[in-house]
Structure formats: structure tokens, C-alpha cells
T-cell receptor
Framework: DTAVSQTPKYLVTQMGNDKSIKCEQN?????MYWYKQDSKKFLKIMFS???????INETVPNRFSPKSPDKAHLNLHINSLELGDSAVYFC????????????FGPGTRLTVT | GNSVTQMEGPVTLSEEAFLTINCTYT??????LFWYVQYPGEGLQLLLK?????DKGSNKGFEATYRKETTSFHLEKGSVQVSDSAVYFC???????????FGKGTTLSVSS
């Protein structure tokens, strides 16, 4: 009965590689997000989608490309990985209709070597 | 712009001690306010929320009151347990479906 799930939980890869992180929510929410948590635990929004439409696109290198095949899924693809991309990436979702809280997945720890 | 400021950690307490983690915000209008908790190796869990001035959010013995006059949302618990050891984040949101703006997080360590 997992609400927001992400795969993989850990991802170790070398510089220059391309990787994807998948996110799925079974809450029936309309909006999904990607956040990045750096080594100091600071959380910052990267992207959000509402019903498969891109809503928020923060200042993120264009090596990062989100894709939402349907409103229950939001994937993050990263090209040409760099050392500075090492972080924990969290997916989240929220419903519409005036509720503001977001529900987070368990995170994907990406380590670029 | 909108921002959230939390007290610097780490906060180290003995079991059954009283906890306060300060949080102040800068925002126009009336944002919704949240406390999230991150246990080691896990994602963020919503701990409590308040959507308007003077609202008190509460959950698992934790409380926070939305104070518009002081733009604050301090987290309190009367008696902490070892299992409360985690990182606590204060956050705000102006509108449904928009990004949460987080404070830098406060690490709480409780010893028995």
C-alpha cells in the first residue's frame, strides 16, 4: 500500500553516464514533483507536473529531463552525469482542491564517481 | 521572496526533555505552514500542518502554532523519546500545487 514509490533506492554510476529514476504514486494525486536534497540536507524543488503538464521548471541544467507518461508517474532522466549531481532525489505528490501538503517517496541516493 | 529560517542544529537532548525548534518565515499573504520529519535513511513524512493564523497543528505529541504577528511556527514537544531522533524541516506553501519552500533542517538527537 505504498503511497509514493521510487526506484532505485541507491544508484552508483560513473561520470558521463546517463541514468533514470522512476516515481509512481497510487494516491490519485494530480501533481507530482522532484526535489533535490544536497549533502547538507537542503531541499530544493526541481520540477513539478500537473496532469502530465510541466508546471515548475527551476534553474536546473538541461541535462535533467523529467517525463510524465501519465499522472501517476513522473520519471527523471539525467544525461552526462557529473560529480555535483550526487545527492538524494525525492519524488512527491499532492492533490488539487486547496490542499497544500505533499507526500514524499523514500528518495533515491545518487552517487556519481 | 518567500523563505523559511530554522534554528541551527544539532539539538541534543536527554529522553523526556522539552523540545523547541524555532521556525520563522518570510512570505506575502497567508501561506500554509508545515513540519516534516526525516528519519535516518528515509523520506520526508508530514508531521503536522497549519493553514491559517492561530491554527495549531499537532501529531504524535508534537505541536506548532501559526503566529502571524511574529511570522513563526515553532515546533514543541513536552517529552522527547529516543525514537524522535531525526531531521526536522519547517516549510511553507503559498498555493496548492506549488513548490514547498523548506528551511535548512534541524537535526535532533535524543539520548537515553
Amino acid at each position: 500500500d505504498t503511497a509514493v514509490s521510487q526506484t532505485p533506492k541507491y544508484l552508483v554510476t560513473q561520470m558521463g553516464n546517463d541514468k533514470s529514476i522512476k516515481c509512481e504514486q497510487n494516491l490519485g494525486h494530480d501533481t507530482m514533483y522532484w526535489y533535490k536534497q544536497d549533502s547538507k540536507k537542503f531541499l530544493k524543488i526541481m520540477f513539478s507536473y500537473n496532469n502530465k503538464e510541466l508546471i515548475i521548471n527551476e534553474t536546473v541544467p538541461n541535462r535533467f529531463s523529467p517525463k510524465s507518461p501519465d499522472k501517476a508517474h513522473l520519471n527523471l532522466h539525467i544525461n552526462s552525469l557529473e560529480l555535483g549531481d550526487s545527492a538524494v532525489y525525492f519524488c512527491a505528490s499532492s492533490s488539487g482542491g486547496g490542499t497544500y501538503e505533499q507526500y514524499f517517496g523514500p528518495g533515491t541516493r545518487l552517487t556519481v564517481t | 521572496g518567500n523563505s523559511v529560517t530554522q534554528m541551527e542544529g544539532p539539538v541534543t537532548l536527554s529522553e523526556e526533555a522539552f523540545l523547541t525548534i524555532n521556525c520563522t518565515y518570510t512570505a506575502t499573504g497567508y501561506p500554509s505552514l508545515f513540519w516534516y520529519v526525516q528519519y535516518p535513511g528515509e523520506g520526508l513524512q508530514l508531521l503536522l500542518k497549519a493553514t491559517k493564523a492561530d491554527d495549531k497543528g499537532s501529531n504524535k505529541g508534537f505541536e506548532a502554532t501559526y503566529r502571524k504577528e511574529t511570522t513563526s511556527f515553532h515546533l514543541e514537544k513536552g517529552s522527547v523519546q529516543v525514537s524522535d531522533s531525526a531531521v526536522y524541516f519547517c516549510a511553507l506553501s503559498h498555493q496548492a500545487g506549488t513548490a514547498l519552500i523548506f528551511g535548512k533542517g534541524t537535526t535532533l538527537s535524543v539520548s537515553s
